[in-house]
Structure formats: structure tokens, C-alpha cells
């Protein structure tokens, strides 16, 4: 095995999707000359581009960003990133300029064309980086393991580098296979990228897809795009589709949900307030702008009924997601006030209505399923299906009053990434971690981190002031880790921190605060 050193202090990143960019823009933002000749930054990734990850790669037109390109960016400082992208490429690209065309407060492009952002993005940030003479790496292999010693030992493939500060970005993790119906030639288990995966799937004649969220919409949709005339089923324990994005408007300014309010909650409580006392602070904010709480989170409308009311409201601006909108400042220092217990009681019975709210799907997708439901085409069931999977050729599924199970050609998971590592195959790396005490999972979803690092906690309850998480694996510590804007803002500190921890002798590399080796 070939071990390869660096007298330079090595950040290394593990994944290279959104997260690892806008660390990277932040690092190389923030680097002086001095710091940055005795640094480097190694970056492992095994896909070939550097930028898109999973969530953002090559894909059809049909999966679009659920916000409107203006307020898309990789920047926790310049939210004008991506808008100056398009307007710049389109005078280069006429596939672009139907979207640059537009007013991009307005206009939703597709996920794709995001990662192509992010592609040209890290392009631009490793140039910027050579003019301040920082040295930037990427190894196109996963990384299989690391240990702990004086410095990080991050074993990939035959070959083991030494780091003294790691960055885990490796994004998402699988969604759950909830119904046990792995291996069934009819189960698409992961429909990522959608190109493979379902739009092949169109001649079909029934499909039934496993929720109904965000994922949910963009299968749906894509399968109408491509010609789909069969018969679809979208079965969820709610049936309710997310809420429909309205005009922007004007950011919000809070007024009681405010952080001024929650330190203050805060010193009364010992660092920690209720759930209650923080939610009266949201409802004295909805009602400043006349909108009732209960009318908002207390919706008794059918999945359909609402799905027609909120599109017969999308083309204006709705003040309430605007609030819901304006809690991204505070939302996780007020989910940090909360003891466990109300954790668990927001993860249990709220969690899933306010992410229907606050991450609404663009009108333009709302339409599309509207017509397929008003054409008999779709159905939206809220119920716990039992699926046979004794055909070869096909599923079946018998939900509760069914006399005869239903037939569906292909049976499309789409709940969502599982908030836990639960085996090696969700994370290889992620799950040796896990179990050699390096990292131990958080009760309400990924692996712990401290609050105010995001430095990995191990199993003896201390932070790994070298060791930063980012992203979805931070899903217990953080409330809300699926929106770029915040992971940007997370990054912004990582990196302030990480330069922080630069020692003055920028050449000594023995003596920093790693932890001894336990193996």
C-alpha cells in the first residue's frame, strides 16, 4: 500500500457535489497568500465531474429546481451566482437563453443545467485558487476508510493519504426500501438519474410510485413528458403532494421569530426553551401578516381539493411562504433551543407538513398532475399498500377495503433519502465510521455533530475538532439540510474554522489536537 504525504496542512473532502463547492468558494474566498502556499485541498470523488453530485447531475429537462433560478447559488454571500451564469452563458448557448429570457425571479430551470453551474463554478474557483497559489486536488476514487492518528489516514483503494483536517460531504443516502421489495425486476429502488431509470418505463401500463413528495412530482411528471398513457398511482400515508410556490414578492423581515427573541427564550430556559414557547413566536409572525396558523398547518382539504386551491393561488404572492421563507435565519438556532423530547415530537407529528410548505413544487408541475388526476389518468391514495411480489412480471398491491389486489407493471420508490446509515451498503464509508466509534448515529437522523462546528462527535462523546460534517448527514443536528442556501451557510463557517485552525508555523505538522489512534 502506497501512503502518500504532504508537508503541506491537506484539507481533505470527501464527495464533491454542491456542499464540496461552496466549501471550496469559501475556502479560496477567504485564503491569505501566506496561508494558502503552506495548504492544499484534496478532493475525493469517484464520478467523472466534480460539482453536480447526485442531486444535480445529468437528467432530464423535466426535474426542476423547486426555486426560482434568482435565488439559486453556491454562495452563503452572493445569492446572484447562478442568475449571472445564465445570463452569461446564453450569450454563448442558445439552449440557455429561453431561460435567461426570462424574468428569473419566475423561472425554474432544471436541476441539470444547476449542475452544469456547479460544474463551470468549481472551473472558475480552481482558477482562483492558482492566483493565490492554493493547491487543489481531486482523486477520482471514493475514499474506503479512515483512521485516526497524528494525522488522518484516508485510505483509497491501494493508497492511503495523510490529512490533518476532513470535510464529509458525501451527500445523500438511498431511499429506505420500505416494503421489502428489493431485487423484484419491477422495483426501481432509486429513480435517479430519471433518463435511466423511468423514463424507459413510458409504454408501461400501471405504475405505482411510493410517495408523494418532491421526487414523487418529478416521476410523475417526467413519465407525462415522455408520452406516458397509463395508469399511475401515487400512494403516500397522507396522499398530499407538497404545497404550490407562489409569486416571490419581497423578502420578509421578521419581527418575533427573531433571533434577538430566541436568545432571550434561551437565557430563561438554561440554553433550551419549549417547543410551545418558540411556536407562539411563529404564530404572533403569521398573524402580522394576516394568515392563521391553524388554517396553515391544520389543512383538512383533500389531497385534490388542495392541490386545486393552491394553484388557484400560485400566481399571486402568498404572504405566509414568504414568513416560511424568512425562517431560514432562524430556524436552526430556534431548533436548537428544543430539548430532545420536542425534537422527537416535531419529527413525529409536524416535520413532514412544514417541509410540504416550505419546499412547494412550481406551479408549472402542480398543472401537469392536476391534469393527469382531472383525467383519470392519476390516483392519489393515502394508505399502507401490501405488495405481493410472487409474479415475475409484475407487482401487486392490496390496500386496506381492496376486494382485488392491483396489477402495476413497475413499482418506483421515491420516499425520499433515509435519514440513518443503517448498513454498509447505505455508506461504506460513512458506516466504518460508524462503527469504529469515530461517529455514532444521532436518534433524529444521520450521525452527530456539534451544534455550533459541525465537528463529528465519536463515541465518547467528544468533537473531532478536525473532522466536519456537512449536508444530509447532519439531518439530526440541523432541521433543515436539503436546501443549498443553508448547506452555503454552513460551509461559510466550516471554512472560517478551518483556516482558523492553521498553525502559526504553518510547516509543523506534528502536535495538533487529532486524537490518538484507536486501532
Not at 430532545?340 to 409536524?350: E, P, S
Not at 391514495?381 to 392491483?406: E, I, M, Q, W
Request: some cysteine; proline content about 5%.
Amino acid at each position: 500500500m502506497t501512503i502518500f504525504a504532504n508537508e503541506k496542512f491537506t484539507v481533505a473532502v470527501v464527495g464533491a457535489g454542491g456542499a464540496c463547492v461552496a466549501f471550496l468558494h469559501q475556502i479560496v474566498s477567504s485564503v491569505s497568500r501566506e496561508q494558502a502556499a503552506s495548504m492544499r485541498v484534496v478532493i475525493f470523488e469517484p464520478r467523472e465531474q466534480v460539482g453536480p453530485g447526485l442531486a444535480y447531475q445529468a437528467d432530464v429537462d423535466t426535474a426542476l429546481l423547486n426555486r426560482n433560478a434568482e435565488t439559486m447559488s453556491v454562495s452563503a454571500n452572493d445569492y446572484s451566482t447562478f442568475s449571472a451564469w445564465l445570463r452569461w452563458k446564453a450569450h454563448h448557448e442558445d439552449e440557455l437563453k429561453s431561460v435567461s429570457a426570462t424574468d428569473l425571479a419566475t423561472a425554474y430551470a432544471p436541476r441539470s443545467m444547476f449542475g452544469r453551474f456547479l460544474g463551470d463554478f468549481f472551473v472558475e474557483t480552481c482558477a482562483a485558487a492558482v492566483k493565490k497559489g492554493l493547491e487543489i486536488e481531486v482523486i477520482p476514487h471514493a475514499a474506503d476508510a479512515i483512521r485516526r492518528g497524528e494525522r488522518y489516514q484516508i485510505r483509497h483503494g491501494d493508497s492511503v493519504l495523510l490529512a490533518d483536517s476532513v470535510l464529509l460531504a458525501v451527500g445523500n443516502t438511498g431511499a429506505r426500501d420500505h416494503y421489502r421489495l428489493g431485487g423484484h425486476a419491477r422495483f426501481v429502488p432509486h429513480p435517479y438519474p430519471l433518463a435511466r431509470h423511468v423514463v424507459p418505463l413510458r409504454s408501461a401500463g400501471s405504475i405505482c410510485i411510493i410517495g408523494s413528495g418532491l421526487t414523487a412530482v418529478d416521476i410523475a411528471v417526467t413519465l407525462a413528458a415522455h408520452g406516458f398513457n397509463g395508469k399511475l398511482d401515487m400512494v403516500s400515508l397522507t396522499g398530499h403532494l407538497p404545497f404550490v410556490r407562489g409569486v416571490q414578492g419581497q423578502p420578509h423581515r421578521l419581527r418575533y421569530l427573531t433571533a434577538a427573541a430566541l436568545n432571550t427564550l434561551a437565557r430563561g430556559g438554561a440554553g433550551k426553551s419549549s417547543l410551545r414557547a418558540v411556536f407562539r413566536l411563529l404564530r404572533a409572525e403569521l398573524r402580522a401578516v394576516g394568515c392563521c396558523w391553524r388554517t396553515l398547518l391544520c389543512d383538512e382539504a383533500t389531497p385534490v381539493q388542495r392541490l386545486r386551491d393552491e394553484l388557484a393561488e400560485a400566481g399571486q404572492v402568498r404572504p405566509w411562504q414568504r414568513v416560511l421563507a424568512a425562517t431560514n435565519d432562524v430556524i436552526e438556532q430556534a431548533w436548537n433551543l428544543l430539548p430532545g423530547a420536542d425534537r422527537q415530537l416535531v419529527m413525529k407529528r409536524f416535520a413532514h407538513a412544514w417541509m410540504a410548505r416550505r419546499a412547494p413544487m412550481p406551479a408549472n408541475n402542480a398543472r401537469v398532475l392536476l391534469g393527469m388526476i382531472e383525467s383519470g389518468q392519476m390516483r392519489l391514495l393515502a394508505d399502507t399498500p401490501a405488495f405481493d411480489r410472487a409474479d415475475s412480471d409484475c407487482l401487486r398491491a392490496t390496500l386496506p377495503g381492496d376486494v382485488v389486489p392491483g396489477r402495476y407493471d413497475y413499482v418506483i420508490n421515491a420516499t425520499g433519502a433515509a435519514r440513518w446509515v443503517e448498513c454498509r451498503e447505505d455508506s461504506p464509508l460513512i458506516w466504518q465510521l460508524l462503527q469504529d466509534g469515530y461517529a455514532v448515529a444521532d436518534p433524529l437522523g444521520g450521525i452527530r455533530v456539534d451544534y455550533a462546528t459541525g465537528a463529528v462527535i465519536d463515541e465518547d462523546n467528544e468533537p473531532d475538532w478536525n473532522m466536519r460534517a456537512l449536508g444530509h448527514l447532519t439531518s439530526g443536528t440541523y432541521f433543515f439540510v436539503s436546501s443549498l442556501e443553508m448547506i452555503a451557510r454552513r460551509a461559510r463557517h466550516i471554512a472560517s474554522d478551518v483556516l482558523s485552525s492553521l498553525p502559526p508555523d504553518h510547516t509543523a505538522l506534528t502536535g495538533r489536537t487529532a486524537a490518538p489512534a484507536l486501532d
